[in-house]
């Protein structure tokens, strides 16, 4: 394919040496004339390992050549790559003004282009800046439409300075923001030899994706980190810890816990979070991370309390009150306090959990019930209809299998709202559908 990239700092300069060694004919272009010079030389304009002998050899080869001039580029692109940065303004958004130059130029270029021209964001943008800020400057510039003068999408890179080369080459998937047909497929052919599997979702989802992968990168480091000055304090070889830490595969390094739902609870991990937070705080250390997690979770489920209030319908029904499904532990349910809230401002609250007898509840859990929740006992249902028949909303709180398919027996003027993604949207036919975060 002709691919233009316009851009060559890191990203671009990396992707202009791998597509061009992939057999595509890549024109670069920049501004600076050292970086355009240095690949009309043969040479890198960065420091990256592999980087150097790649350009000389697809210079050479004739496949990669560079330019300053945008205009000079387009006749015939099929693909263009913008890798150009999105600094931080003043204020800490994101500064997109020198995309937006590209898209202008690029733009104007496009109706003597003689094919049909993909444009790629590449830059590290927030959900919208593509569809809302860098698509109109494209149409008004070419006075053609998205979709059907030319295509546009989003193409997050995840490359690491010193192994950039390794990782577009050893990707293990190649992620593609499209929502058309015709700009998805010209990046599959972009890169149908690229290691990796070619992952096709939404723009707005590719652009959220790279976010979501960096803050927790960063999130990684910072909780290590904090590790590390409370277990220095507490006489703990910090990595030996981590070392034995990550030999958890099943739930500490792993998908568990990774998708959004409802708030933790249960008799360990609040308890667990406000020992270690009480510890550092007597060893008067700052961790932010460890420190705010609680909060967090307060948060989370203060957002479920304000979305039941906001339907303004006062007969609610909660199906689900331990802390999670399979079990009828309710110490520090997360859903115990929305319904002590909604009982509270005076909801009509019916109860149901399949894990929960009130007459078999024993021990530590009949204490806490007594002490902390006495209400409950009066408001709990035998079966799931009876909770339904009297029900406005219905709220969905843990994933027990029997709440799953409750969908199709909703009614009109019914709301539902899953706190925990149990039940598919697509199966809520009749009833109103409200998602946590989701």
Same mark, same amino acid.
């Given at each position: 394919?002709?691919?233009?990239?316009?851009?060559?700092?890191? =990203?671009?300069?990396?992707?202009?040496?791998?597509?061009?060694?992939?057999?595509?004919?890549?024109?670069?272009?920049? #501004?600076?004339?050292?970086?355009?010079?240095?690949?009309?030389?043969?040479?890198?304009?960065i420091?990256?390992?592999?980087?150097?002998?790649?350009?000389?050899?697809?210079?050479?080869?004739?496949?990669?050549?560079?330019?300053?001039?945008?205009?000079? @580029?387009?006749?015939?692109?099929? =693909?263009?790559?913008?890798?150009?940065?999105?600094?931080?303004?003043?204020?800490?958004?994101?500064?997109l003004? &020198?995309?937006?130059r590209?898209?202008?130029?690029?733009?104007?270029?496009?109706?003597?282009?003689?094919?049909?021209?993909?444009?790629?964001?590449?830059?590290?943008?927030?959900?919208?800046?593509?569809?809302?800020? *860098?698509?109109?400057?494209?149409?008004? @510039?070419?006075?053609?439409?998205?979709g059907?003068?030319?295509?546009? $999408?989003y193409?997050?890179?995840?490359?690491?300075?010193?192994?950039?080369?390794?990782?577009?080459?050893?990707?293990?998937?190649? +992620?593609?923001?499209?929502?058309?047909?015709?700009?998805? /497929?010209? #990046?599959?052919?972009?890169?149908?030899?690229?290691?990796?599997?070619? *992952?096709?979702?939404?723009?707005?989802?590719?652009?959220? *994706?790279?976010?979501?992968?960096?803050?927790?990168?960063?999130?990684?480091?910072?909780?290590?980190?904090?590790?590390?000055?409370?277990?220095?304090?507490?006489? =703990?070889?910090?990595?030996?810890?981590?070392? #034995?830490?990550?030999?958890?595969?099943?739930?500490?390094?792993?998908?568990? !816990?990774?998708?959004?739902?409802?708030?933790?609870?249960?008799?360990?991990?609040?308890?667990? #979070?406000?020992?270690?937070?009480?510890?550092? +705080?007597a060893?008067?250390?700052?961790l932010?991370?460890?420190?705010?997690?609680?909060?967090?979770? /307060?948060?989370?489920?203060?957002?479920?309390? &304000?979305?039941?209030?906001?339907?303004?319908?006062?007969?609610?029904?909660v199906?689900?009150?331990?802390?999670?499904?399979?079990?009828? /532990?309710?110490?520090?349910?997360?859903i115990l306090? +929305?319904?002590?809230?909604?009982?509270?401002?005076?909801?009509?609250? *019916?109860? &149901?959990?399949?894990?929960?007898?009130?007459?078999?509840?024993?021990?530590?859990?009949?204490?806490?019930?007594e002490?902390? +929740?006495?209400?409950?006992?009066?408001?709990?249902?035998?079966?799931?209809?009876?909770?339904?028949? /009297?029900?406005?909303?219905?709220?969905?709180?843990?994933?027990?299998?029997?709440?799953?398919?409750?969908?199709?027996?909703?009614?009109?003027?019914?709301?539902l709202?899953?706190?925990v993604? $149990?039940?598919?949207?697509?199966?809520?036919?009749?009833?109103? !559908? &409200?998602?946590? @975060?989701?």
């Amino acid at each position: 394919m002709r691919v233009v990239v316009v851009g060559l700092g890191y =990203v671009g300069s990396v992707c202009s040496a791998c597509l061009a060694s992939h057999g595509h004919e890549v024109m670069g272009v920049d #501004l600076s004339e050292f970086k355009v010079g240095c690949i009309e030389r043969g040479e890198s304009p960065i420091v990256e390992t592999g980087l150097p002998a790649m350009i000389a050899r697809e210079r050479k080869a004739g496949r990669l050549r560079a330019t300053t001039r945008i205009a000079d @580029a387009m006749v015939g692109a099929e =693909v263009v790559l913008l890798c150009v940065g999105t600094p931080s303004a003043a204020d800490g958004s994101l500064d997109l003004t &020198h995309v937006k130059r590209s898209c202008a130029e690029v733009g104007a270029s496009l109706a003597n282009n003689g094919v049909r021209t993909t444009i790629v964001m590449r830059s590290t943008m927030l959900p919208g800046s593509v569809e809302e800020q *860098l698509l109109p400057v494209l149409e008004q @510039a070419s006075g053609m439409k998205a979709g059907d003068g030319f295509g546009i $999408a989003y193409n997050p890179e995840f490359l690491r300075e010193g192994s950039a080369v390794a990782d577009f080459e050893g990707a293990l998937y190649t +992620v593609i923001g499209a929502d058309d047909p015709g700009s998805a /497929d010209a #990046l599959k052919r972009l890169y149908h030899d690229v290691g990796g599997e070619l *992952l096709v979702t939404a723009i707005r989802t590719a652009e959220m *994706l790279k976010y979501v992968n960096n803050a927790f990168h960063a999130l990684k480091v910072a909780f290590a980190n904090e590790i590390g000055r409370l277990s220095q304090r507490e006489r =703990v070889d910090s990595h030996e810890v981590m070392r #034995l830490f990550l030999k958890d595969t099943r739930l500490n390094v792993s998908p568990a !816990y990774l998708m959004p739902g409802f708030a933790f609870g249960g008799s360990c991990l609040p308890k667990d #979070l406000r020992a270690i937070t009480s510890r550092s +705080v007597a060893h008067h250390l700052e961790l932010p991370v460890l420190q705010n997690i609680l909060r967090s979770n /307060d948060e989370h489920i203060e957002a479920a309390i &304000h979305l039941i209030e906001r339907l303004k319908k006062r007969r609610v029904g909660v199906l689900g009150l331990s802390f999670k499904a399979g079990t009828d /532990d309710l110490r520090e349910s997360p859903i115990l306090r +929305v319904i002590g809230t909604l009982v509270g401002k005076g909801y009509s609250v *019916l109860l &149901h959990d399949p894990n929960l007898d009130m007459e078999r509840v024993l021990g530590a859990n009949r204490r806490f019930v007594e002490d902390e +929740v006495p209400y409950l006992p009066e408001r709990m249902r035998h079966t799931v209809d009876e909770v339904l028949r /009297d029900s406005e909303v219905v709220v969905i709180a843990n994933g027990s299998a029997e709440y799953r398919e409750l969908g199709p027996r909703l009614v009109a003027g019914q709301v539902l709202v899953d706190l925990v993604h $149990a039940v598919d949207p697509a199966t809520v036919r009749n009833a109103e !559908y &409200h998602g946590l @975060a989701w």
